[in-house]
């Protein structure tokens, strides 16, 4: 009965002595759980039931008709809580903690739930808040907050929630590097994307990363499609060219070798500049002066060869 006494006192401990590094490696949820924040971050504030840890297989159970959405992102585990006020409990906010399996990912999830206009708030790597919610990412952390019935003096009860879970967590090294493209003057800010899958709807554009560009009163979108070597990036393009054809949408090639360029009306995007550079295919669609559009693909190419 002592052995077993030990033997549990020491699980407790290592459950509580879990840090941030330890959220990495945890597959049962438990260091997991331990970033979801104490409901003292809000006075009269209580946790209603246990927290609760989603897998693969009953993340449905959750986030039922968007777990598929997480899938292609590398979820790997999900931490809820639900916190009420004492004297109201219609009152609430639901904090998620999903583990993603890279930085990139929890980028990506973040991004497709980031609105252009939502109001940055200095949470994590990146966060906004759109109310009733409050999402951001941190490492290979995504995080979402959502509330119901909070007042106006309640509302900063989310950014404590939030910065609560934040301190739990890895600190991270920022954004991912994938992005790093784009940091060009072109790029409508907050505008990025990471598509992991399909971009653009096309099955062949597997993976990338698209954004908002304007120039000289000239909107468009550009991209950057990630290949594993330069002939896996021809083949991508030869599918492309494949798909054109059948659509009877032929294109203008010029270039050979590693500075192929595609002048292409799109069915679905209209006019389209794509360039292969080296395992990297470099586009703009919806674009309506072709010469700005070559002008902020080739800066985007630049933003890509000094990294």
Request: proline share 5%.
């Amino acid at each position: 009965m002592l052995m077993k006494k030990y033997f549990v006192a020491l699980i407790v401990c290592a459950l509580v002595s879990a840090g941030p590094d330890a959220v990495h490696g945890d597959d049962t949820g438990s260091a997991l759980i331990k970033t979801l924040p104490p409901p003292s971050f809000g006075i009269g504030w209580v946790t209603e039931g246990r927290p609760a840890v989603y897998t693969k297989e009953n993340l449905y159970e959750r986030i039922n008709g968007e777990s598929e959405l997480f899938f292609p992102y590398g979820f790997e585990l999900l931490a809820s809580a639900r916190y009420v006020r004492k004297d109201n409990p219609d009152v609430s906010i639901e904090a998620d903690v999903y583990r993603m399996s890279s930085l990139i990912n929890a980028f990506g999830i973040y991004s497709y739930y980031r609105r252009k206009d939502d109001a940055a708030v200095k949470i994590g790597t990146e966060g906004v808040l759109s109310l009733p919610q409050l999402i951001f990412y941190q490492d290979r952390f995504f995080i979402r907050l959502q509330s119901a019935g909070l007042s106006d003096k309640e509302i900063p009860l989310l950014s404590a929630c939030a910065a609560s879970i934040s301190k739990n967590l890895p600190a991270g090294k920022g954004r991912p590097a994938e992005l790093g493209p784009f940091r060009i003057q072109s790029v409508v800010p907050n505008s990025e994307r990471y598509i992991a899958r399909s971009l653009l709807g096309y099955e062949f554009f597997s993976r990338g990363i698209i954004a908002d560009a304007s120039a000289d009163n000239e909107k468009m979108q550009i991209f950057l499609i990630t290949e594993d070597s330069h002939k896996a990036a021809g083949m991508v393009l030869d599918k492309y060219r494949s798909y054109l054809k059948e659509s009877g949408k032929d294109g203008k090639t010029t270039g050979i070798n590693k500075d192929i360029y595609m002048e292409v009306v799109d069915p679905l995007y209209g006019n389209t500049i794509i360039t292969l550079y080296g395992r990297y295919i470099i586009g703009a669609v919806r674009a309506k002066d072709i010469s700005i559009a070559k002008r902020i693909v080739e800066e985007l190419r630049q933003g890509l060869a000094s990294r």
